[in-house]
């Protein structure tokens, strides 16, 4: 999943929505400060209200990614789009294109789920814009397993780029796609690619139900 499909439904919980997001923030700021669901458990019920939503929704983050990658469509979407990529790429049979079936399943998944709810992102990034980042950084240098350096400037930055926006269009998703690549070291994709994308598009968004279909949710903070 990606920040949209994680956070969709917490809204209105600014602290259980970064929390979503942190995983996902880690992996671009420092991979080795990884949160893992055993870690964040440990402050769930922690007396810190800030400190318990967020970690509530770190474990959110990590429950929804272990049935979502478990489920029949998602299996098949990414299989069906790491084939497409592979035949864009020729001579590319190695980890790029299964890389790019993967990452495209939840990147669609969110620009589906904006298209279906076109107020989603605004409110998406208010709730998080509505949070100091410095706190945030002191929650997570609380709870991460060594010292993460600048996830406040980069909150700052998620906030101000607004990238979800751009998966919308086939020429802006591109270049996100190459910035991921890039960040993995592996070769950019040409412009022809976009060709694979508006294909890749009308499939997720033909299942995007089923993808999202789900157990309840566990972990939500209640009024």
Excluded at 3 to 32: I, K, N, S
Aim: hydrophobic letters at 45%; one cysteine or more.
């Amino acid at each position: 999943m990606n920040y949209l499909a994680h956070g969709r439904r917490f809204l209105a919980e600014p602290l259980f929505l970064a929390g979503t997001a942190l995983p996902d923030w880690l992996g671009v700021v420092d991979r080795r400060a990884r949160v893992r669901a055993r870690r964040a458990r440990e402050f769930i019920a922690d007396p810190n209200e800030h400190m318990a939503a967020f970690a509530r929704g770190i474990v959110q983050h990590h429950d929804d990614d272990h049935w979502f990658h478990t489920t029949t469509a998602f299996t098949d979407l990414s299989w069906q789009l790491t084939a497409m990529c592979r035949d864009a790429l020729p001579g590319d049979a190695g980890f790029r294109p299964s890389f790019l079936g993967h990452i495209l399943v939840e990147l669609l998944l969110d620009s589906a789920l904006a298209a279906a709810d076109p107020v989603s992102l605004d409110k998406y990034y208010a709730a998080i814009e509505s949070l100091d980042p410095s706190l945030l950084e002191a929650i997570v240098n609380r709870i991460a397993p060594h010292p993460v350096e600048h996830l406040g400037w980069f909150v700052q930055r998620f906030c101000r780029e607004r990238f979800l926006f751009d998966y919308a269009e086939d020429g802006k998703l591109l270049f996100r796609l190459n910035q991921v690549l890039r960040r993995a070291r592996l070769p950019a994709l040409p412009d022809s690619f976009t060709a694979v994308l508006e294909t890749a598009r009308i499939e997720v968004t033909a299942r995007h139900n089923e993808l999202l279909a789900e157990p309840s949710v566990a972990c939500a903070i209640t009024a």
